[in-house]
């Protein structure tokens, strides 16, 4: 019920928020705006994180790589140099747990030693070195699971049994983990919504998320402003608030535990609500 994330710990007892900070120039909802021109400004960062903070979020996930279907690769280097000074700004002012979202060896390793306490992997390790990085940090990891690459995923994507194939995969890699020496009370588990999925594939998984909680391990979800919300409804990216929160709370009611958004307010007062309904207890 408690991961520990280096120094600090995360009680999962009820629904966590992780705010997304994204530090990339082309991030598909709000690209940019931690930028001034090709600069990432770190006073814009913080200013961020501290909203994020104060609305409830405890856990920041970080991203210097954009991985929006279709988006183009950056290097370790220029990964590197958006992530280190981030993780560090973040550490040296909050005490909320920093996530590094990230598939880089390189990048985990400089991230377990800037402070960051969870690492979270849309390609689950499978990245050259990844494994090993991981494991030598310490850190919890989030296993993610996806069809194909960015670039491509959204091409005409498959399933026999969407939801059987992703829990195959992940139970895959937390084999791969443990035989690499990467504890099962490590790991997170996220199925990955919209990475490689169509409108249906996305729509079973939620239904059938307590599969997935049932193997045990914390769940986390993605699910915000996601393309899903606009085949559902046919909103525009700005419109996608009320839809994500819907979401977010459905997932948290099905079990999931760990709950990646842009809105933290909004997400914030719908997992108090579920979660006095659940414990049977009022907030004070
Ligand atoms: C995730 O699900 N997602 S980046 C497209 C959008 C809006 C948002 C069309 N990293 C996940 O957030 N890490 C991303 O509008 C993630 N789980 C984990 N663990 C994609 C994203 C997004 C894409």
């Known amino acids: 019920m408690i991961l520990t994330c280096g120094q600090q710990s995360l009680d999962l007892s009820r629904p966590v928020i992780m705010g997304i900070l994204n530090a990339t120039t082309d991030s598909f909802s709000d690209g940019g705006r931690l930028f001034r021109g090709n600069q990432l400004q770190l006073d814009l960062v913080l200013e961020r994180v501290e909203t994020m903070v104060r609305e409830g979020a405890e856990i920041i996930d970080v991203g210097g790589e954009s ?9 370790v280097e220029e990964e590197l140099s958006r992530v280190v000074p981030v993780v560090e700004a973040i550490r040296s002012r909050f005490d909320v747990i920093v996530s590094v979202d990230t598939s880089s060896a390189e990048v985990i390793r400089a991230s377990a030693l800037a402070g960051a306490g969870l690492i979270n992997d849309v390609r689950a390790l499978q990245r050259e070195g990844a494994l090993q990085a991981a494991a030598a940090s310490g850190l919890p990891v989030c296993l993610m699971h996806m069809q194909g690459e960015p670039g491509t995923m959204q091409k005409n994507p498959q399933y026999r049994d969407v939801t059987a194939e992703v829990i195959e995969f992940l139970q895959e890699r937390v084999d791969r983990c443990e035989a690499a020496g990467i504890p099962a009370e490590r790991l997170v588990l996220d199925p990955g919504f919209g990475f490689g999925k169509t409108l249906e594939h996305n729509l079973q998984l939620l239904r059938e998320l307590p599969k997935l909680v049932s193997l045990g391990f914390p769940v986390l979800v993605g699910l915000s402003r996601k393309s899903m919300i606009a085949k559902l409804l046919g909103r525009e990216l700005h419109e996608r608030l009320p839809a ?10 099905r079990g999931a535990r760990l709950i990646r958004v842009h809105d933290v307010a909004a997400t914030h007062d719908a997992l108090q609500i579920l979660s006095a309904i659940e414990d049977n207890a009022r907030p004070e």
Request: charged share 5%.
């Open 67 to 75: 991985t929006r279907p279709g988006a183009v690769s950056v290097s």
């Open 244 to 253: 994500s929160v819907v979401l977010a709370t459905l997932a948290a009611q």
